[in-house]
């Protein structure tokens, strides 16, 4: 048909996948002249694709044969950018790349980055532990406080009226209960009927200065009440921790506010649950009765010969004032050793010596646990220097009597100027005259 110049001849559009006539590609395209002229855009040289590798290049087009018509790709209204897939062949038209950003954007190539580790929390873990330490530091001796026998020591009848500050008594006694025929014959001892006191102290918990320990000589001599006069370890004898308690109230006018009792077999028990304590012997000790013969110079001595070392008074010129002043030093030795790092963060030592203690003890009924626990704080505190370590003021350790031998006589004023001192509280910044067991007659 002639071209008459008012219509556009469209050019021919093969099948796809043919050549020749109809041989364009899907993606072919052709230009149509809808401007009247009749004439035909040429068609751009198509731009050769790279050949997949090892496929056949495509067989150019001979002379005689009629060419695949030429496709126009048109301009898109921005740059875009061709990607070939895994065969080689053109794939989706992909969007230009963005700016680069401060982070490089990841690809199905790169692996997602290892998320960071979960930060510990340190100070939960600190109170955790806190937590079990309180709990093993306070479990074990409340266990063992659970454990402790108690008894009626409460003073009756008249009492003194309460002080400021607070007042214990503490009782070191010969009971032998619990202890088999080994352990007496190893602590140079029998079975003996009856109880008896070897120490008498007196601890003074101050609320304005340092605290105070005073040891009673056993055979100090003083008013047994409803029992008349004789040396006092006779009141325990007699009556028991009450009266005990009641002669110390009567004696000293200090109102006491708990109680404790250590006997023979607490003593040994702590000591051996400890492995044993460090004692400076001043002089040499050879006491048969007590069972130990020991040199001068610091040394560690298991449970029985400490127990001879606080119990000897035959061996030592001052008797009984040498005895009180041993057992003090006994006493805040084993506080010490108690209170030690080595001690508490032991598991098994902590344990033993806890309920070693607990063991060998007795409380009063009316002894509250906070009682109990301020009188071994005092003691350590006495023990580490920080308090007093006095005996009552003495006159005579050689009074003739007559109903009970030789006994230790107190000198009356230095005595109660002394302990109306402790009632009131008064700080004791340095021991008072008189208070260092050397008799003033």
């Known amino acids: 048909m002639a071209d008459d110049g008012s219509r556009a001849r469209p050019i021919p559009q093969g099948r796809p996948g043919t050549s020749g006539s109809g041989g364009a590609e899907d993606d072919d395209v052709f230009i149509v002249d809808t401007r009247g002229r009749g004439r035909t855009t040429p068609p751009r040289p198509a731009r050769r694709e790279a050949e997949p590798a090892g496929r056949t290049p495509a067989p150019r087009h001979t002379p005689g044969e009629r060419r695949r018509p030429q496709q126009r790709i048109p301009a898109p209204a921005e740059p875009t950018m061709r990607r070939l897939d895994d065969q080689g062949r053109p794939a989706t038209t992909m969007p230009p790349p963005r700016p680069p950003q401060a982070s490089r954007p990841l690809t199905a190539e790169q692996p997602s980055p290892p998320r960071p580790p979960r930060r510990r929390r340190p100070l939960r873990w600190a109170l955790l532990v806190l937590v079990v330490v309180l709990a093993y530091l306070l479990g074990v001796p409340l266990h063992a406080y659970s454990e402790v026998t108690r008894v009626n020591a409460a003073p009756a009848g008249d009492r003194p009226a309460p002080g ?9 006694s010969d009971s032998r209960e619990g202890l088999t025929a080994e352990q007496l014959d190893e602590m140079a001892t029998e079975q003996v009927e009856g109880n008896r006191t070897d120490t008498i102290m007196v601890l003074h918990h101050s609320d304005s200065g340092p605290s105070s320990l005073v040891s009673i000589p056993r055979d100090s001599y003083v008013p047994i009440p409803g ?5 006092i370890n006779a009141a325990f004898a007699i009556g028991g921790p009450q009266l005990m308690a009641a002669t110390v109230e009567q004696a000293t006018g200090l109102r006491l506010d708990g109680y404790l009792e250590i ?9 051996d649950a400890l492995g044993g304590v460090n004692i400076c012997v001043a002089q040499p000790m050879d006491d048969p009765m007590a069972g130990i013969n020991l040199q001068p110079g610091c040394q560690v001595l ?6 001879g070392y606080v119990r000897a008074r035959h061996s030592d010129p001052r008797g009984d004032i040498g005895r009180a002043e041993r057992q003090r030093q006994f006493l805040s030795a084993v506080v010490k050793a108690i209170a030690t790092p080595s001690t508490v963060l032991n598991p098994v030592k902590y344990w033993k010596v806890t309920h070693a203690g607990a063991a060998g003890v007795r409380l009063g009924e009316d002894t509250s646990l906070s009682e109990t626990f301020t009188m071994l704080s005092t003691m350590r505190s006495v023990s580490s220097g920080d308090g007093n370590s006095l005996v009552v003021p003495l006159k005579s350790t050689a009074l003739q009597t007559k109903n009970a031998g030789v006994a230790v006589q107190w000198d009356k004023e230095r005595a109660l100027a002394l302990f109306e001192a402790l009632r009131r509280d008064d700080p004791l910044t340095a021991p008072p005259a008189g208070t260092d067991g050397v008799p003033s007659g």
């Not at 607070?166 to 009782?171: A, K």
């Not at 298991?302 to 127990?307: E, F, I, K, Y």
């Open 164 to 172: 400021k500050g607070s007042n214990y008594l503490l009782l070191g």
């Open 302 to 307: 298991s449970g029985p010969t400490a127990l």
């Open 263 to 271: 006997g023979f077999g607490g003593f040994a028990g702590v000591v």
């Open 227 to 231: 029992h008349g006069t004789q040396k």
